[in-house]
């Protein structure tokens, strides 16, 4: 129904085995490495080594449309190929199509200045650094932006910056080098001009990542997510990202593609654990029938495969229609996905996790690890009732 290019079917089967001969190979090596570095916050070697064999394979920076810095896909195409791999938590980074730096990397193609461009957005698309984005705050509800405290105020020919952000994810990589901060500029201003994203080098006197955050009592490592303190932090005017006042414009730039992206590549990881599903139901045997011949499995089975079809049909018509219509008019798609796919994704992951009993909650199994990241989903790009609202808005 939602035809993929010759080129596009082209790079699927490239992917497809990139991800059986070097991804899902990697993942206990990814795993071991972690755990037996001197620093908890060291890159694993292997990473590095498989974005170097990617790169070399084309299969590099395939998420920008723009093909003055990537494939030149269209989202369509590359939906199907952001549902392969979304199948390992390792991967994006490995293709270096990982939030939150895709997001970025939009954001700087489309607001940066040339030398911006140069400074950030280069070593960016060449993987050599990485980056984050501040937005979220301890102390306010921060699914309202209109709540965000931390300042920046006009000084000595620049800006200071002070106040406090969590979860920035990304935050504790020794990688990260740039961080994009969205603080309250212009305070008597309508809303819409009420905030400034500025890039802070993350060397900046000032900038201080206090403590890693865990997500379950995951900790994202290499990446993390982190709580910081800019305390008092000085940058020069040309770090504003975008005019001054325009945060929501940047901000905004960076979600609409990107949220296909992200539920496609959570479809990925749930098709992932249907499919660890369905291997389950037909090895492990209870009551002299495989669990899969019982009709409480099949239900969850069933159920699993339709609820998985419907969100990947609606993801890939959000994909299309930012195709032919343009951003403006996928609005309505896009809302809709971000409320379904979450949600579908954590239903599924949760009954394949029934499925596996005690293995399935454990770190033998890639369930549990998945499990965490689908339903940090539901909040972390905006809790689903904010998405819920907006469609409810566009709708009238
Ligand atoms: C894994 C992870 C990664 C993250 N990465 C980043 C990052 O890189 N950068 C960054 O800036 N932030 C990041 N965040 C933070 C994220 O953006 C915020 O958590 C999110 O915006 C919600 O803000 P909050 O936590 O303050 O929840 P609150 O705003 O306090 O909301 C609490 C609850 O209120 C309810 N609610 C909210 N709005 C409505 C509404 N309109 N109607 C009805 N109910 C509502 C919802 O149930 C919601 O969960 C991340 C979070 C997670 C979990």
Redesign the pocket.
Known sequence: MFEVTARGRELQARLHSFMDEHVYPAEGVFAEQLSKADSHWQVPPLLEELKTKARAGGLWNLFLPDTRYGAGLCHLDYAHLAELMGRSLIAPEIFNCS??DSGNIEALTLHANDEQRERWLQPLLNGEIRS???????V?????PS?LLTTLSERDEGFILHGR???????CDPRCKLMLV?ALSHPEAPLQQRYSMVLVPTDTHGVNVQRSLQ?FGYD?APSG?GEVEFDQVWVPEDALLGAAGKAFEVSQGRLGPGRVHQCMQLIGLAQRAFEAMLKRAADRVIHGRPIGQHGLTQDAIARSRCELEQARLLTHAAAATLDRRGIRLAREHLAMIKVVVPQMACTVIDRAIQLHGALGLSQDSFLAAAYA?AR???????????H??ALARLLG
């Open positions: 939030a939150p984050a984005i501040a937005m979220a705050e301890p306010v509800a921060s699914s309202d709540n952000k969590w979860w920035v994810s990304g935050a969205m997500l994202g997510y990241h940090a989903q539901r909040i972390a790009d905006g809790p689903d009732e904010v819920v609202a």
